[in-house]
């Protein structure tokens, strides 16, 4: 039973460039939450996808946008990137009838020179 | 909006010595959460609260919710080694989705 996946582990990309980030969730769960994480700190809530649709979205700016596709999995999509973005990005799936319990993938690092 | 704090940020045991981090909410919270990070790793599950005054047991870790249900504990008896990474709870309000984290306790533990 495969857990979380997310690709690609690390990437590098410059300012006001366009990033995609993506997520498959543990087999038999429906909802994916994404995550940033910036270092020492404790993962902050980007927004969280169920049936394709954005359910919960935390305070970040609309150039973080997403999608959930008919197979549950996920896109993370950042545009015009400031430095401020880089951290690690991590998805975490539940599935909605758990009390929102969350399995975490390993993260996708993410540095903007 | 909601916030979630967490004392302390650090902490360096001897290996054997008792090891506690507590987390405070803003509101009240639905339930509460919490997860070990290793160095380099990525959060991992430990246990969900859920009933006002709840005290759950994983061996040498005791979870406490607090009455009002805005802050909680977690206690690490006789540190191992092992017990080494950030320990983070997360709360959640209402029925909202969304799962606000503390900025984590990092505990060291020296043989």
């Known amino acids: 039973d495969a857990g979380v996946t997310q690709s690609p582990t690390h990437l590098i990309k410059t300012r006001g460039q366009q990033v995609t980030l993506r997520c498959s969730p543990k087999?038999?769960?429906?909802?994916v939450s994404w995550y940033q994480q910036a270092l020492g700190q404790g993962p902050q809530f980007i927004f969280q996808?169920?049936?394709?649709?954005?359910?919960q979205r935390g305070n970040f700016p609309d150039r973080f946008s997403g999608h959930q596709f008919p197979n549950y999995s996920s896109e993370l999509n950042v545009n015009a990137l400031l430095l401020g973005d880089s951290a690690l990005y991590l998805c975490?799936?539940?599935?909605?009838?758990?009390?929102?319990?969350?399995?975490f993938g390993a993260g996708t690092r993410l540095s903007v020179l | 909006g909601q916030q979630v704090m967490q004392i302390p940020q650090y902490q360096h045991v001897q290996e054997g010595e008792d090891f506690t981090t507590y987390c405070n909410s803003s509101?009240?919270?639905?339930?509460i959460q919490w997860y070990k990070q290793r160095p380099g790793g990525h959060p991992v599950f430990l246990i969900q609260?859920?009933?006002?005054?709840e005290v759950k047991k994983q061996k040498r870790l005791t979870f406490q919710f607090g009455e009002a249900k805005k802050n909680s504990s977690l206690h690490i008896t006789a540190t191992q080694t092992t017990d080494v990474g950030t320990y983070f709870c997360?709360?959640?309000?209402?029925?909202?989705?969304?799962?606000?984290f503390g900025q984590g306790t990092t505990l060291q533990v020296k043989p």
């Open positions: 975490a799936s539940s599935f909605r009838g758990q009390g929102n319990i969350q399995y």
């Open positions: 087999s038999g769960h429906d909802t």
């Open positions: 996808y169920y049936e394709e649709e954005e359910r």
């Open positions: 509101t009240t919270l639905s339930n």
């Open positions: 609260l859920v009933k006002s005054g």
């Open positions: 997360a709360g959640k309000s209402g029925n909202t989705g969304k799962l606000i």
